[in-house]
């Protein structure tokens, strides 16, 4: 049988070097420059989706070289990869790999397709080590193409070292650099824990971005479908509005035309940071359309940040905004009363609230408050963010009483993200909620 066309069940074995996995049925197989890339069939949502390995030696074979390798890919995807985030970074059981474990890499990025519409992509990435080499097998598909992820994870899961008399020496080579470690992960995991480098604080840009008060901006949301002849009269000389391109000569233009439209008929939805640096992130969603507007936080006094993005794509852009970011997975339970909560995220303090075990090491980081709202039915969700110890649910509870809760086995970008794309379409926290 021929490397790389082994059927097993409804896959075919795709080897490499040193590794191989099992590709779905179906799909085609090319090899470049040392990569092997698997494709899917052409999807209707202009995006196939894609596995490819890339296989190289290492230099060092050393217990950190794994951590090294996460937190290099990491700090790559940010400077190379524009508009991307990684939302999650996982160390999973290997028992064939270096240290008994492999790295698994969450990322959305923005892609351009079908000339200029834009597809949130995740990207799932594993990075798995055996005596002087690495695999690198990346899984990537449309984030609003459910059915696919668990195809992908499956293929993710398969990846293994071949047979020692299959094997052959890759041509390039992998050299990690210096690395820093999370000492407190590393302690309690007890094997190496890279530090893993943060997005920064910098929004996604938006399409049409433009600044507005909040004062015209609300007057613009107010609006409604018995107001539309009034519009003129409420802006009939506002220079504001022509500065933002929504008027020009006393008329709204394509774009105020666009911005009007959306506001009255899009699902609306609200995601607030609260007790402490007030700010807000707001969105109408039609169709593909997602007007955001943004204001607080470090934007001017009163002025409010507004543009459009597609819909597939605002989970990523909330997901920036509201502090959303990859951690080592924690795991804890523990109540807080409502005022604690509110000294806590008010003052942005690192002193711990709780007393023990990860709950400690997690409120030792300043906290950021937010609520997601959902403006038709009046449900909401909340969470607590931190910067390096990542983001617990908040149940609100009797007698002033606040339960954050923080498991591997909820995701917070998944439920933050999914609970965004389906609002925008109007099913509310439908099949998201925790």
Not at 128 to 140: F, H, R
Not at 358 to 374: G, H, R, T
Not at 417 to 424: R, V
Request: proline share 6%; charged share 20%.
């Amino acid at each position: 049988m021929e490397v790389g066309k082994l059927r097993i069940g409804e896959r075919m074995l795709a080897a490499g070097d040193l590794f191989g996995f099992q590709m779905p049925v179906g799909w085609t197989r090319e090899d470049d420059a040392g990569l092997v890339i698997c494709a899917a069939p052409p999807s209707d949502l202009g995006f196939s989706p894609t596995l490819v390995l890339r296989e190289s030696r290492l230099e060092s074979s050393a217990p950190t070289a794994l951590a090294s390798l996460s937190s290099a890919n990491i700090s790559a995807v940010y400077e190379q990869v524009h508009g991307s985030h990684v939302v999650r970074v996982q160390a999973l059981p290997d028992p064939y790999a270096l240290a008994a474990e492999r790295r698994r890499l969450w990322i959305l990025t923005p892609a351009v397709v079908r000339g200029d519409r834009v597809l949130t992509l995740l990207t799932m990435q594993d990075l798995v080590t055996i005596d002087s080499a690495v695999a690198e097998l990346t899984a990537t598909m449309a984030l609003i193409d459910a059915e696919m992820q668990p195809v992908l994870q499956e293929a993710l899961d398969s990846l293994s070292p071949l047979p020692p008399e299959r094997r052959r020496v890759p041509s390039t080579t992998s050299s990690p650099g210096p690395t820093e470690f999370d000492e407190w992960a590393t302690a309690r995991d007890g094997k190496p824990r890279e530090l893993i480098p943060s997005p920064g604080t910098t929004a996604f840009p938006l399409e049409s971005e433009g600044l507005i008060s909040q004062h015209s901006f609300n007057k613009i949301a107010s609006l409604n479908r018995s107001s539309q002849a009034m519009r003129r009269l409420h802006f009939h000389a506002s220079s504001e509005l022509t500065r933002a391109g929504i008027m020009a000569d006393h008329e709204y233009t394509p774009f105020g035309q666009r911005v009007l439209h959306t506001l009255i008929n899009g699902n609306h939805w609200e995601c607030r940071r609260m007790l402490g640096v007030a700010a807000s992130f707001k969105a109408w969603s039609a169709g593909n359309d997602t007007l955001v507007a943004q204001s607080g936080g470090a934007l001017p006094e009163g002025m409010c940040r507004f543009g459009f993005c597609e819909s597939n794509d605002v989970a990523r852009h909330l997901l920036r905004w509201s502090g959303v970011q990859a951690s080592w997975d924690v795991s804890f339970e523990a109540t807080i009363t409502l005022p604690e909560l509110e000294r806590k995220t008010s003052e942005l303090s690192d002193v711990p609230v709780f007393d023990t075990g990860e709950a400690k090491e997690f409120s030792e980081q300043p906290w950021n408050f937010y609520v997601l709202e959902d403006d038709t039915t009046a449900q909401a969700i909340s969470w607590v963010a931190t910067a390096q110890r990542g983001v617990a649910f908040a149940h609100h509870l009797p007698h002033n009483r606040v339960r954050l809760t923080q498991t591997p086995d909820l995701p917070m970008w998944e439920l933050i993200g999914g609970s965004a794309l389906s609002l925008s379409t109007g099913s509310g926290f439908e099949g998201v909620e925790p």
